[in-house]
């Protein structure tokens, strides 16, 4: 080969390899930032719908989220056996109004909570009764569903079926759902209580199904990075077969009241302050919860 031939051949591959280790360094550099909100219990009571408008102003000006997933429970309370047709829909129309005024525009990818729900209607053939009115309030595909953003997947799950698990249907669909993703597809789920971690020893309301799930999640842990989560009020990380669970507070704290009496601060439901968590979704997989005390 002629100097003159080699010299540009060679030169060709250096730009080469330097164009994919670039390509490498973005790829572990750049992320997605998302707010989890979870746990919001709005109602017109304690000054919540100006204390939540401004923590979401707030969350947008301070992180500039792609777009918020909310954990379930956004409102007070649809779910007790005396609760009425017109408190439901007051609830609806707060929360509505939060959204509306405090992140036009913003995407929010909801779950349902097991206080989102009204099951005291006159009849199961009531509009408003059940999951399907919470699936048409949230705007979200169904009670259970999965997109894309970047290269990360978002399965949103239903634990409000038997002694707080995923339904059959459900679980099948789950896995047909992870089965047909690449292995270098990082993924997410959220889910309103927790699968594994802490909390649910300290005050109960975790998923029955948490063996099922997490054998699930070992036979697709190439994908299966971190699961948020809410329900119980309080703040949580634990690792397990490296997939990360993240109880990420309320945005209630202690439903918007003073505090439970011994708790370390104002709206604290034990030693958890009011907040909300960020999360970073790095191309390559990687994953950063943090969570916010909000102050308000």
């Known amino acids: 080969m002629k100097r003159r031939t080699l010299i540009k051949t060679l ?16 790829k572990k550099s750049s ?21 939540f408008s401004r923590c979401l102003k707030t969350i947008v000006e301070k992180h500039k989220p792609a777009f918020f997933l909310n954990g379930g429970d956004s409102i007070m309370d649809a779910s007790y056996a005396d609760v ?36 005291s209607a006159p009849s199961q053939e009531d509009a408003m009764y059940g999951k399907p ?20 997947h978002f399965i949103i799950l239903d634990g409000n079926n038997k002694n707080i698990s995923v339904d059959e249907e459900q679980f099948q669909w789950l896995e047909k759902d992870l089965a047909q993703l690449s292995p270098s597809t990082p993924v997410l789920v959220m889910s ?61 704290g202690f439903w ?19 907040g909300y968590a960020i999360l970073k979704l790095f191309g390559d997989g990687r994953v950063e919860n943090q969570y916010y005390p909000h102050g308000l």
């Open 84 to 119: 009425k047709r017109e408190r439901v829909t007051s609830q609806w129309q707060i929360w509505d109004e939060c959204i509306r005024s405090s992140i036009p525009g913003h995407e929010i990818h909801s779950c349902i909570g097991n206080h989102d729900t009204w099951w």
């Open 192 to 252: 309103h209580y927790p699968i594994l971690g802490t909390t649910q020893v300290l005050v109960g309301g975790g998923h029955s199904d948490s063996k099922q799930l997490k054998s699930l999640f070992y036979k697709y842990r190439q994908n299966v990075k971190i699961c948020l989560s809410g329900h119980n009020h309080l703040s949580d990380k634990s690792f397990y077969n490296d997939v990360q669970y993240c109880c990420n507070g309320a945005m209630s």
């Open 11 to 26: 030169g060709l591959s250096s730009l080469g390899i330097v164009s994919t280790v670039s390509s490498l360094a973005n």
């Open 133 to 152: 009115y919470v699936v048409q309030r949230l705007n979200i595909p169904g009670r259970y569903y999965s997109f894309d953003k970047g290269n990360w």
């Open 256 to 274: 918007w009241g003073k505090g439970d009496g011994d708790s370390a601060g104002a709206g604290y439901y034990m030693e958890t302050p009011p």
């Open 31 to 51: 992320f997605i930032s998302v707010a989890h909100i979870t746990d919001v219990h709005i109602d017109q009571g304690n000054n919540a719908p100006e204390r």
